[in-house]
């Protein structure tokens, strides 16, 4: 009895074993197909072929570039391969570097087929990269309604992502990424400085931390994270190479760089680094931001403009009672009169012919036309 009840545990035990077995076999199946799938969706190469039927969108080559496009958008394409050329040489000249591979630029006719092609992060983006693919996707809405150098620029920026992940090794911090690509470009501005040091003097900065890996989505916070990005950058730039923008991002490329771009990650050094970058910021010399701050000349409009009415306010309250003051000694000299002359003679004093006995002293003169004033 015994040793069947023993054999009847050891066959129980290895049922449930196996049933365990199975079960994780059956997780891990899962995940791995569910991952497969991620992957295929977030690396599988865009293209206009998705959304658009055969014949309703053509690719344009020249100069490395290849351009994908709706039939609409034809004239859009060949200033974008001169454009293309154009901001690659300005990478090259501020990298001093040359970005030689083929780059797939693709036109997504409006802000509909952008956000499906990149997702809805970018809502508010004028064009993204997609580094792995060595491709550009161009949100068409935008850049009809943008200015040309903004476009100009925006080519500069994306291209230096790509370039970016040529160089690196590793991953970037979203916010170190931007800042370069955006020192690239030069998309810096003195109301852009105005901003980040406002936000510094009230406390509104967003820690690093937070921007890692992403930005916010809501367009006024993305926007102080972009000038954020840049300002820690050129930090950077400033104090670790000398200012020289090629050197700083040569000291992040190669298996040398890697370990570099490693420190960025690490929650000692990059928490140092931000309150550095701080006390920077607060210095007494950036105080001339404020100055350059379109709110702060608003600001000043508006103080003014509030100083003239109130000025105006107290004079005229002023004129009023002095008004109210000469009315009073009318109307007591009026009395007078009446006292004097009676009520006939006090109002029909103009057509008296005669001068009165008690004429006012010399140099004492009515205080208004058609009045007398007597001395008490
Ligand atoms: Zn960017």
């Not at 039939?71 to 154009?86: I, K, P, T, V, Y």
């Not at 107290?314 to 009315?327: A, F, G, S």
């Amino acid at each position: 009895m015994n040793t069947k009840t023993a054999e009847f545990k050891i066959i129980q035990r290895c049922v449930i074993c196996w049933f365990i077995f199975f079960i994780h076999a059956l997780v891990i199946l899962c995940r791995t197909c569910s991952c497969a799938d991620a992957d295929h969706d977030s690396t599988g190469p865009v293209s206009l072929a998705q959304y658009f039927p055969v014949g309703h969108w053509r690719t344009r080559e020249e100069m490395q570039f290849e351009v994908e496009y709706i039939n609409s958008d034809e004239g859009w394409a060949g200033d974008m391969l001169g454009r293309a050329d154009a901001a690659r040489r300005v990478l090259n000249r501020a990298t001093r570097d040359a970005l030689l591979v083929r780059i797939h630029v693709i036109i997504a006719p409006d802000q509909d087929i952008f956000i499906k092609m990149v997702g809805g992060w970018a809502e508010n983006s004028v064009a993204v990269a997609l580094p792995e693919q060595r491709t550009i996707v161009l949100n068409g809405d935008k850049l009809r309604i943008g200015a040309p150098s903004d476009l100009a620029n925006t080519l500069v920026h994306e291209f230096a992502h790509l370039y970016l992940d040529l160089r690196c090794v590793r991953e970037r911090p979203r916010w170190l990424e931007e800042g370069i690509a955006m020192h690239v470009a030069g998309q810096w501005e003195s109301e852009d400085a105005a901003a980040v040091f406002i936000a510094a003097i009230i406390g509104g900065l967003i820690p690093l931390r937070e921007m890692e890996q992403s930005f916010p989505v809501a367009v006024d916070s993305q926007r102080l994270a972009y000038r954020e990005s840049y300002s820690v950058t050129n930090y950077l730039v400033q104090t670790t190479a000398g200012g020289s923008l090629p050197d700083f991002i040569a000291s992040l490329s190669g298996q040398e760089g890697g370990c570099n771009l490693d420190s960025f990650w690490n929650p000692l050094q990059r928490d140092a680094l931000e309150i550095q970058w701080k006390r920077g910021l607060r210095s007494v010399s950036n105080w001339s931001f404020l100055v350059l701050s379109s709110g702060f000349f608003w600001g000043l409009v508006a103080l003014l403009t509030v100083i003239a009415w109130i000025t105006l306010r107290v004079r005229r309250r002023k004129l009023h009672t002095q008004w109210d003051d000469e009315e009073k000694i009318y109307e007591a000299l009026d009395e007078d009169d009446r006292l004097i002359w009676g009520d006939d003679e006090a109002e029909g004093d103009d057509e008296k012919p005669e001068k009165p006995e008690n004429e006012p002293p010399p140099g004492r003169k009515p205080h208004r036309p058609g009045r007398r004033c007597f001395p008490r």
